[in-house]
């Protein structure tokens, strides 16, 4: 393990050494950072960790090799994890069919947020949704159904042990 360990430090130090370029990373609505070292933009995310919703977005990509920025996505991919994480439980709520839908986050995944809502009739119906901040815009989200839910590989898993409002498959 650790072998293994001190080789892929030593891969993302051969990937800096050849880099000469940038990339401009949001961090949060606030902050831009400026990644040239793969490092320290790991080390910065384990010890402050002030992502937000806006987290992962590049700005600007300038003379950086193109394994540089596979390592950059797969850190931006394993912290958006961990912090759509956080969210889960959380109520939001949603415009949808002429009005305002209570719902809350179900699972979650790197793409987005799974979210429950419920109509005034009793009827529930799923949305995976991009933006917690923004969800009622017509590209940031997309209607699934509660079997194609329970089967994908995004979501399934996590909701064999969700508290759904609606659960047919279980019934």
Known sequence: ???????????????????????????????????RDLNSLASYLEKVGDIDDSFGKIVEVS????????????IVDRYTEILNK??????????????FRDGFVVATSKNGFLVEYEMPNGTTALNVIKSLYFPDGRSNYKTITYKRAFASLEFG???????????PQRQ
């Open 86 to 99: 956080k969210y889960l439980g959380r109520h939001v709520s949603v415009h949808r069919n002429q009005g």
């Open 63 to 74: 003379n950086v090799s193109e394994s540089f920025l596979k390592t950059l996505y797969k």
């Open 157 to 167: 898993l996590q909701l064999q042990d969700a508290q759904l409002i609606n659960n």
């Open 1 to 35: 393990m650790r072998n293994q360990r001190f080789t892929r430090v030593n891969l993302i130090k051969q990937i800096e050494m050849s880099n000469k370029g940038h990339v401009y990373l949001r961090i949060n609505k606030n902050y831009v950072a400026t990644v």
